[in-house]
């Protein structure tokens, strides 16, 4: 005899019901798309879930699963919501001014330098550390790696075309962060947009590329992912950071953002603090 209890939908804890259909859209979002949402944090992804929700006006996270499954072009839609977009250039300056007066004398000794910006977004604090290895005359023997899981984004990322409105707050980050020529320098403008130095882009490559899922593909001197781990689960966090210590040389350096650090595992020993206040670590 089957002495399960059924509970009444009165007694149903909805929050459970939220966290299984969260739970399902995130399964069947990485069977179709093969993007690895599963371990980041709830709380972030639930909060674009609602937002979607809202748009669309869907009363459950069932029926907005059930119109991503059947109507075309709507997985996009949730992937390009999961997306994490938020950046500036010189975005946190005194991170650039300690890459600027204590990185970059050791980059100077380097014949090539490779950097990877891991979680890049539209770009533009790609453009800042080109910006930055140009006026440090580092420029023409580095390369760029930018990548990001969003090609939509990346498109963008690629035409170094930034709201006008955006460059006042642009510029007092450049000068903090301790810029030495005039920034307007670097772009020219219309009335609603700045448009960034082609030349910039001369040493920079775009490509798509998946923290969760994807594996390294080169090895690197320098790896920047700065407030991108603040939404994974400590156990993709431990992950993600064991991909760069792999893809990191000797004596390279990791920077991170200003509410992360690097996570206790087997492979912190290997690192040192070289900027504990800028979250710069470098690789034993």
Known sequence: MNNQVMLSEEELDIGLVERIEVDLLLEAIYRLSGFDFRKYMKSSIIRRIQNRMRLERIGTITALQEKMIHEKGFLEKILNDFSINVTEMFRDP?????????????????????????????????????????????????????????????????QGTFSLVKMQTYTKNYMQAGGTEAFSEYYTADDHFAYFRPSLLKNISFAQHNLVTDSSFNEFHVIICRNVLIYFTSELQNQVQNLFYESLCPGGFLGLGDKESLRFSEKTPHYMEFDCTEKIYLKR
């Open 94 to 158: 005194t991170f650039f001014r300690s890459f600027r007066q204590k990185v970059v004398p050791e980059l100077r000794k380097l014949e090539s330098i490779r950097i990877w910006h891991a979680g890049c977004a539209t770009g533009e604090e790609v453009y800042s550390m080109a910006i930055l290895l140009e006026e440090e005359g580092l420029a023409d023997k580095t390369t760029i790696y930018a990548t990001d899981m969003n090609e939509n984004v990346l498109q963008k990322a690629k």
